[in-house]
């Protein structure tokens, strides 16, 4: 009987241990950040960047036009962003998560006009005068980024599922 006890507490540590290094493995892989989400980020950072360029160059009208021109995008983009946070820290830590970054890329952005003295308000020009000229995803590709974003891990592109996403 005690023979029979010891080979059942092995088998059962052995199905915790496997189940626990998957799950690790499960979770590392969750942790990558697919392309859409990589871009909904820097599109978060541009649109935060473009905000405040709007207040601090009286560009009010230029960053309306902006989110006029890309709503639709910026709309399913934010979503995507909102996706990636709920994804990585659950639905309730998520969701804070994703307000404190939108709070601090705003921040941060405040910041820009200071680090890039005079030529910031014409570099913003520069931007909004880009606006509609194609799609989000190029014209975020297109401009600089003032803000550094946390570094990220791309998902690996394959049979992943999150890769697919």
Request: charged share 25%; hydrophobic share 40%; proline share 3%.
């Amino acid at each position: 009987m005690g023979d029979f006890r010891m080979r059942r507490l092995k088998t059962a540590t052995a199905v915790v241990l496997s189940l626990s290094l998957s799950g690790a493995a499960a979770q590392a892989a969750s942790l990558c950040t697919t392309p859409k989400e990589m871009a909904a980020l820097r599109a978060a950072a541009i649109q935060q960047q473009l905000m405040v360029a709007g207040l601090t160059c009286q560009a009010d009208q230029d960053y309306n036009r902006f989110v006029l021109a890309y709503r639709p995008e910026l709309q399913r983009s934010d979503a995507e962003l909102k996706d990636y946070f709920v994804r990585r820290h659950g639905r309730r830590a998520g969701e804070a998560a994703y307000d404190s970054f939108k709070t601090k890329l705003a921040n941060l952005s405040s910041f820009s006009e200071v680090t890039n003295g005079a030529s910031y308000c014409a570099n913003a020009r520069a931007a909004f005068d880009a606006v509609g000229r194609e799609s989000l995803d190029r014209f975020v590709a297109s401009q600089p980024l003032l803000i550094a974003l946390p570094e990220q891990t791309l998902c690996k592109a394959g049979p992943n599922k999150l890769a697919e996403k």
